[in-house]
């Protein structure tokens, strides 16, 4: 089985997943894709250098025999030595209140157990079992659905905390590790019905396109997948940092300038529209609510109603107007996101579109740092923390301050973005570097802490950097 190992700790590696000394929450439901994820990666952590988290596993009440699946992740989990976090929920109920699929409803509330696991017990990722063979249903499902590269990038490897190590390797080759190994998995039986889509893509099409076109189709369409996947990304970067930049939010909704969503390349301005519905709605948006967007804004519509709200074209402005009763804090609820930050090093926060960095300089006999600067607080910072070794880059938090230079005081971060008119729907988004007590050292282009100001002292200080992606030679 040395193969398979060699598998998972390439994709974990090209993808930097389990940086050193992560702890990483494996999300377990009892089948065998979870099952081996947990035994594989508590292999790899003995010599990778990361460190297992404990077991979580979430019940959604969906199947008699879901009570028997928790017994099983819980036994694999005393059984092995690790801790284990269990969640539930009447997920066919939630659905049917807010008038989503089952599908969806279960994911939602699933996920978000996840990470609020992970942030109690200090997980830094989130693994989840989706396998090569997910990948490639998942890209088919979006194939018929006519979705762009993003969605044909299916099952993205990394997404803010949360990795998929398994994405390189089959379902049969897990069955196989788990029997040489002699550990047991329950099979769910819902997985046969063909009535759903996904069951019959992996029961029917994908045995006659390889009955038609050779075995070696599978294989292909993961590749496309993988592919698409890097495109896309980047195209949603990009469309974020226009957004961010043109879109006014105000009291009724949100206000973009006709002249510059036009100036955008097509790519960039559907995925900004699609963006600025998904900020604002708890329910799915699609390319039919795009397309509608695009035909107000060409002047082909007069409105058009989308999960988000109303689409209205009022002089030179594209609005979004808020849905009767939308208030920002009862439908926005932002996944929280944590990275630690070595010195030397930086980290890629997805969640933002921007890597921060940060390395010790030294300054010269003038007092100034021997590196050129330019003020720019967005941009860089230099803070002065001799002893610290590592930093965290997180979104806010309630209660979060930072103490202001001149005598400010310490300024909730919800007033400082208030006064520096930040967009609500950027806030929960909006990266931070804090310290190991988890205390606030910069918000990039607002504010450094006074407890962190650089002296006169010649001792070495820290250079913080902020690079928006895209913005890198």
């Given amino acids: 089985m040395a193969a398979l190992h060699d598998s998972i700790r390439r994709t974990v590696a090209r993808h930097a997943m389990c940086p050193l000394d992560s702890r990483v929450l ?12 947990y035994r594989l990666l508590s292999e790899l952590a003995r ?4 460190e297992i988290a404990g077991i979580a596993h979430f019940n959604h009440q969906l199947r008699p025999a879901a009570s028997h699946d ?31 699929s089952i599908e969806d409803s279960a994911r939602r509330e699933r996920y978000a157990f996840l990470h609020i696991t992970a942030e109690q017990c200090g997980a830094t990722r989130i693994a989840t079992g989706h396998t090569r063979g997910d990948q490639v249903e998942t890209f088919l499902l979006k194939l018929t659905r006519g979705a762009g590269l993003s969605g044909l990038g299916g099952i993205y490897p990394v997404r803010g905390r949360l990795i998929r190590p398994l994405l390189d390797v089959t379902r049969s080759e897990l069955r196989s590790y788990l029997q040489a190994s002699g550990e047991s998995w329950v099979e769910d039986e819902t997985n046969a019905d063909v009535s759903n889509p996904r069951n019959r893509i992996r029961h029917v099409v994908l045995p006659q396109l390889a009955s038609a076109l050779g075995p070696a189709i599978v294989d292909a369409i993961a590749r496309t997948a993988s592919l698409a996947a890097e495109d896309g990304a980047w195209l949603d970067e990009l469309a974020a940092e226009r957004l961010a930049a043109l879109a006014v939010e105000a009291d009724d909704g949100v206000w973009m300038s006709v002249g510059d969503l036009r100036a955008l390349p097509g790519p960039l301005l559907r995925r900004a529209l699609l963006q600025a519905m998904k900020a604002r709605s708890g329910r799915e948006c699609a390319a039919v609510h795009v397309e509608a967007a695009l035909d107000v804004l060409a002047g082909r519509a007069r409105a058009a109603e989308s999960p988000a709200g109303r689409w209205e074209l009022l002089g030179e402005k594209l609005v979004l107007l808020n849905l009767a009763g939308w208030a920002a804090p009862a439908k926005t609820v ?14 890629r926060v997805s969640e933002a579109g921007c890597v921060i ?27 002065a923390a001799p002893d610290v070794e ?3 880059v997180r979104n806010r938090r309630p209660g979060d301050r930072v103490r202001l230079t001149g005598g400010g005081g ?4 919800q007033d400082l973005f208030v006064d520096a008119k930040v967009p609500r729907s950027r806030r929960d988004t909006m990266p931070l570097v804090t310290g190991p007590d988890d205390g606030v050292i910069w918000v990039p282009g607002h504010a450094v802490s006074a407890d962190f100001r650089v002296g006169d002292a010649k001792d070495p200080v820290i250079l913080l950097t902020f690079t928006q992606v895209g913005e890198r030679a």
């Fill in 70 to 100: 928790e017994a099983l992740c819980r036994a694999l989990a005393e059984r092995t030595g690790c801790a284990f976090f269990t969640g539930t929920a009447d997920v066919r109920a939630l659905a049917g209140e807010a008038r989503l």
């Fill in 47 to 50: 010599s990778d250098g990361f």
């Fill in 334 to 347: 932002a996944v929280p996101f944590s990275y630690e930050l070595s010195i030397p090093g930086e980290v």
């Fill in 26 to 37: 494996v999300a377990v439901s009892g089948g065998s894709d979870s099952v081996a994820l």
């Fill in 357 to 383: 960095g940060a390395r010790r300089v030294f300054r010269t006999r003038s007092g100034k740092a021997g590196m050129q600067t330019s003020g720019d607080q967005r941009h860089q910072a230099l803070i």
């Fill in 390 to 392: 590592r930093l965290f």
């Fill in 410 to 413: 310490r300024k909730k971060l």
